[in-house]
């Protein structure tokens, strides 16, 4: 948090298996002062898996926004104590589309929405792909989409989730040479 902004008081009327809500009250550098709630989350990781002729992606189904098939870049949260964002990112690379990359890279780190949640997202570029069978979650339903280079720019427009899209847009800059 910036020296600018001072929490003067945190509540947390919800506990989840993902989230926490607080309720938070912050002093601004002006002397203001402001109740915020907030979404608290562990972060999560993305992953555009990249091997030169296609860039894996996963359809799913997302109940909070009603859609059977959501196209999606592989992710997953920090839900795993001790485990670092790599660790956590080859893990979930396995899990959800069967591989593993000898090549690791953070291409950028997000807020998901940070007008009312904390949850940061390191989006990494995983190159040098082999196939690494994975033990997916038992409530999750994935379908592997390889996505061509020459059918990026199309794709991109099927994409709803701000992680996916910008992982996406940073690898076709990647791609284009900028």
């Keep these: 948090m910036s020296a600018n902004v001072e929490l003067l008081t945190s509540e947390t009327p919800y506990r989840g298996a993902i989230i926490d809500v607080s309720v938070k009250r912050y002093r601004r550098a ?5 109740d915020r709630q907030v979404v608290e989350h562990p972060g999560a990781v993305a992953i555009v898996a990249h091997d030169g002729e296609a860039v894996y992606l996963v359809r799913q189904p997302r109940e909070a926004i009603e859609e059977d098939g959501s196209l999606e870049i592989p992710a997953g949260a920090l839900d795993v104590e001790g485990e670092s964002e790599l660790e956590c990112a080859e893990r979930e690379l396995s899990e959800e589309i069967g591989l593993a990359a000898e090549d690791w890279e953070v291409l950028h780190v997000i807020y998901a929405a940070p007008g009312y949640s904390d949850e940061r997202i390191t989006i990494f570029l995983a190159t040098g792909l082999s196939e690494a069978p994975g033990e997916s979650d038992e409530d999750e339903l994935l379908e592997t989409v390889r996505v061509p280079p020459a059918e990026l720019e199309a794709t991109l427009a099927g994409i709803h989730d701000a992680m996916s899209l910008t992982g996406l847009l940073l690898l ?7």
Excluded: M
């Excluded at 002006?30 to 402001?34: A, F, L, P, Q, T």
């Excluded at 076709?172 to 900028?178: F, I, S, T, V, Y």
């Design 30 to 34: 002006d002397g203001s002062e402001v």
């Design 172 to 178: 076709r800059e990647r791609l284009a040479g900028r």
